[in-house]
């Protein structure tokens, strides 16, 4: 009998990335629909115990209708009651990707973090949901103003957060948003938002843009 390898079939997402689909395609998007929807994605997995572990605008895609979906879940954990986490990796390394990665997976010694404390948590997920909103409005990657990872890493374990970018206004970057952004960038971990509060606050600040998603913003 023929045996074939077990393969995973997701959908086709005809837009590429999020950073793709809005800063060449369709740069006048609206951005609202499209962080709500990363939200709602990261809610949750967050809901069911799981982390994401790698997220930036590169591994959000959109589909035909527009709506975004989380993708890459390469760094995915499972978090257990004991604050600890299994990963189900396929790739070397475990805190992601070095410009969206949260102080104490750059330095947790000085983050705070004791040697049996996990690394990877949801609120270190939450640290890099808010760079990916600082992508979405600004069409750059964060920190973009430093070419070498040592600058960034410097930047961050500093707790020299991003600079809020000039004339974002009109793309919906208002204060309420910058002020939870810069909450989301705490440098304890313990002082960020959960999702759950983070969702709860975009809801009311782009209503009635937003919406309640389960499946259709997580994709594989």
């Not at 369709?26 to 709500?36: F, G, K």
């Not at 600040?205 to 913003?217: E, I, N, Q, V």
Request: proline share 5%; aromatic share 10%; net charge negative.
């Amino acid at each position: 009998m023929d045996v074939f390898p077990l393969c995973l079939i997701s959908e086709w997402m005809i837009h590429q990335d999020v950073s793709t689909y809005i800063h060449k395609q369709n740069p006048s998007v609206d951005r609202r629909m499209i962080i709500m929807d990363i939200a709602d994605g990261l809610h949750y997995l967050h809901d069911f115990r799981l982390l994401h572990g790698d997220l930036k605008c590169a591994n959000v895609l959109v589909d035909e209708k527009g709506r975004a979906k989380l993708a890459d879940f390469g760094l995915s954990s499972i978090i257990y009651e004991a604050g600890s986490y299994q990963k189900f990796s396929l790739t070397a390394t475990p805190q992601g990707t070095l410009r969206w990665m949260a102080p104490e997976l750059h330095d947790p010694e000085d983050a705070g973090i004791g040697e049996d404390d996990a690394l990877l948590t949801a609120a270190s997920d939450v640290y890099a949901f808010a760079m990916v909103m600082l992508e979405l409005y600004t069409g750059r990657v964060p920190y973009s103003e430093c070419r070498t990872d040592g600058a960034v890493i410097a930047r961050v374990i500093n707790q020299d957060k991003p600079k809020r970018p000039d004339g974002t206004e009109n793309l919906g970057l208002t204060d309420n948003i910058w002020a939870l952004m810069e909450m989301c960038w705490s440098y304890r971990r313990n002082d960020r938002p959960t999702m759950t509060i983070v969702r709860q606050n975009l809801a009311e600040y782009f209503h009635p843009f937003a919406h309640r998603m389960c499946f259709s913003s997580i994709t594989l």
